[in-house]
């Protein structure tokens, strides 16, 4: 199983450059027989060649990640399919094991919690030329992932959610549709009262004299007592995964400041009917 999931993410990623065999053969110094059978999962790759033909398509530093799968180190999950992105598989996974996730993004409703207008609208702000043509599919695209990470959610003894969301990314989101504001703000309001859900909204800097100055970010903790808490940095190119105890330490200690600072979860719902009152409808 593991090497027809190769074949089919090298022979992805070789389409998505534009590239045809003949070219990505010529390109990378072999036949294009060679290539013909990798992509068909006829053949297993050397390692070589693997390193050679994601360099060549641009995904040399997530290298490890496939070659993983090549040497049967783990197994082939959902995540692992050509249409989630390489350097987002990694944290797509984790997320899938985890038990609990604390999730801050300063400015944006964390993925988990997007409805699919904000997930289309934010994928266009990050890449300006998704708003039409070819790139739009790609934000189509990036919305429907967002739509399958969500269902580890609604999974039985799925991960419980706890999110701090800043008051700007609902008063003013990247939503142009007043009614797209209102069913972001109604989506949120829903999740609040799932009892696997904690949501808190943060209150401005003036009040709490704590500002958090950085990437969003995200905490994962596992059901495995021995195995330790993992940070996601989601930087604008990938999201970065983070081992190193001390940062996590430091961003568990920055969460649970923002948590602090953020109104109590209890009154959530109380604080998005106010946010809701103050946007047209």
Not at 141 to 167: C, F
Not at 202 to 226: H, I, K, N, W
Request: glycine fraction near 8%; charged fraction near 20%; include cysteine.
């Amino acid at each position: 199983m593991q090497l027809s999931v190769v074949a089919a993410r090298l022979s992805s990623l070789r389409a998505g450059c534009g590239l045809s065999m003949k070219s990505a053969a010529q390109a990378a110094g072999l036949n294009t027989s060679t290539i013909f059978r990798i992509e068909h999962g006829l053949v297993a790759p050397r390692e070589g060649t693997v390193r050679t033909l994601l360099e060549l398509y641009g995904e040399g530093e997530h290298t490890p990640r496939l070659l993983s799968l090549l040497r049967e180190e783990r197994v082939p999950g959902w995540y692992d399919a050509p249409g989630v992105p390489l350097g987002l598989s990694a944290f797509v996974e984790l997320e899938d094991q985890a038990q609990v996730i604390y999730t801050y993004g300063p400015g944006q409703v964390p993925p988990l919690l997007q409805t699919q207008a904000y997930a289309l609208s934010a994928a266009v702000a990050v890449s300006p030329a998704h708003h039409e043509g070819p790139g739009h599919e790609g934000a189509v695209r990036a919305a429907g992932l967002v739509a399958v990470r969500q269902r580890v959610l609604d999974r039985h003894r799925g991960p419980h959610l706890w999110a701090v969301i800043d008051r700007p990314s609902l008063l003013d989101p990247p939503l142009a549709r007043p009614e797209d504001r209102l069913a972001q703000i109604d989506a949120l309001t829903l999740a609040a009262k799932q009892p696997h859900i904690a949501v808190q909204i943060s209150r401005p800097v003036a009040e709490t004299g704590y500002l958090y100055q950085g990437p969003p970010f995200t905490l994962l903790r596992f059901p495995e007592r021995d195995r330790p808490d993992v940070l996601v940095l989601h930087l604008l190119h990938a999201p970065i995964v983070v081992e190193d105890r001390r940062r996590v330490e430091e961003h568990q200690q920055a969460f649970a400041r923002l948590s602090l600072s953020a109104y109590p979860v209890d009154a959530t719902s109380d604080v998005l009917d106010g946010l809701r009152s103050t946007l047209p409808s």
